[in-house]
């Protein structure tokens, strides 16, 4: 596979950099197109990244999943297949070579529909793998990418031509060094797809009170091996995950609705204002009322989904 250089993704670069010209997160004309930009190296922030594909075309960048690190830079592409907590921050960027990067929501169904669709040359093995793949930007999909963005140009074309694109990427995606990753996500009764689903209910049912037992039912798996195979897809265990979900989303309360930390606890389902207050400074390394202070008074506080 012939991979991406430094020197001929320049395209991608002026690409996003004419539209991403100051610091910050933008979204386009294609709903699940984003792209960033950022002038200096930020610190740790927990976040939650989607089912989707992240591509640094400059500067670099680390995140954290439990004990794993995964480093990554220009011309390098990193896949998610479920929600899953990290811990990122960006340790390459300045004013003259800022960090430019981007974000590709995937579709699980269209993924399924094209691998049901696709013959591959290896048989996919019944097993479970961590829902991330860092992998070198290959030519092919690189131009894909590439002509994505520059529909962005015309506005009048991205109805017609964006699905076609984006058609294509997930078809280079299947068939490439992510493919085992996004195929496990999609075959029916895998264990990845068995803790796809317990996910995406988590994230609609996080406030309410949770039983691990009825997540592992959910699963079609003995609460043991539940456990386990959740913690090999998304990093954690299923009660730090659910954890995770109720306070990046009261922190997000707090900053939006300008609620105080009681109140934000009850409401993603808290009922121990103390307990909250102490998980909540073990995730972002303060108590919430001075986090909250710190994030308003600088320009970080974004969407906890940011990339």
Not at 3 to 22: D, H, P, W, Y
């Amino acid at each position: 596979m012939i991979s991406a250089s430094r020197s001929n993704i320049g395209e991608l670069v002026s690409l996003i950099g004419k539209i991403a010209q100051t610091d910050g997160d933008y979204d386009t004309l294609i709903p699940s197109l984003k792209l960033r930009r950022c002038s200096s190296t930020t610190d740790p922030k927990p976040c939650i990244y989607g089912l989707g594909l992240v591509l640094i075309v400059q500067g670099r960048k680390r995140i954290t999943r439990g004990d794993e690190i995964f480093d990554y830079g220009a011309g390098q592409s990193l896949i998610t297949t479920v929600d899953m907590p990290v811990v990122a921050y960006i340790t390459r960027a300045s004013a003259a070579e800022p960090f430019l990067g981007m974000w590709l929501e995937l579709d699980a169904r269209l993924i399924a529909q094209l691998a049901a669709e696709m013959e591959f040359a290896t048989a996919l093995h019944a097993s479970t793998t961590q829902g991330i793949s860092l992998m070198a930007l290959d030519k092919g999909l690189q131009d894909a990418l590439t002509r994505l963005l520059r529909l962005l140009a015309e506005p009048s074309l991205i109805p017609l031509l964006a699905p076609l694109i984006q058609q294509e990427i997930v078809i280079r995606l299947l068939n490439g060094g992510h493919g085992p990753n996004l195929r496990r996500l999609v075959a029916i009764g895998s264990p990845n797809q068995q803790i796809a689903k317990v996910v995406t209910w988590l994230k609609q049912h996080y406030t309410e009170n949770v039983q691990m037992d009825d997540l592992a039912a959910k699963a079609h798996m003995s609460p043991s091996s539940f456990r386990q195979h959740f913690r090999a897809v998304v990093g954690v265990s299923p009660l730090q995950y659910l954890k995770n979900l109720r306070l990046l989303d009261a922190r997000q309360l707090m900053l939006n609705e300008n609620l105080d930390a009681g109140s934000a606890a009850l409401r993603v389902g808290y009922e121990s204002a103390s307990q909250f207050s102490r998980e909540y400074s073990r995730l972002f390394g303060e108590p919430p009322n001075r986090d909250v202070k710190r994030m308003r008074e600088s320009t970080w506080a974004r969407d906890r989904h940011n990339f």
